[in-house]
Structures are given as C-alpha cells and as structure tokens.
C-alpha cells in the first residue's frame, strides 16, 4: 500500500503533524497490520498503540531492547 502522507489523520495533539500507521509481527510471526499509530513530528510523540488486545496511549516511544 503506497499511500501520501496527506491521506494519513492529522494530530488531534499537535495539529503539526500526521499519524503513521506501524505494524509488527505476533508471537508466532503473523503480521499484525496497524498495531500502533504515531505522530510524525518528533516533538509531539503522541502515540496510539494495540497491546495484548487492549488500547494505550501516550506511552514514551523508543527503541526495542530486543
């Protein structure tokens, strides 16, 4: 799927930037398409996210110790 970033939403936190869809792959590597959305400006961070089928928010972004 080759999408614009135009088409992605816009922050509803920031209103600067737009939300990037992120995907990952299950435990017994399925993909899980959209698993997180995250704001595009760096400044912002805001960030949704899908995890063991419940909804967090706002968690501090970084990166895998795996």
Do not use: H
């Amino acid at each position: 799927m080759n999408t614009a970033a135009s088409e992605w939403p816009a922050c509803r936190k920031c209103g600067a930037g737009v939300l990037l869809p992120l995907s990952d792959y299950g435990r017994d590597g399925a993909p899980i398409t959209y698993k997180a959305w995250a704001c595009s400006n760096p400044d912002c961070g805001f960030n949704v996210r899908i995890d063991n089928g419940e909804l967090s928010y706002g968690r501090s972004v970084g990166t895998s110790q795996k």
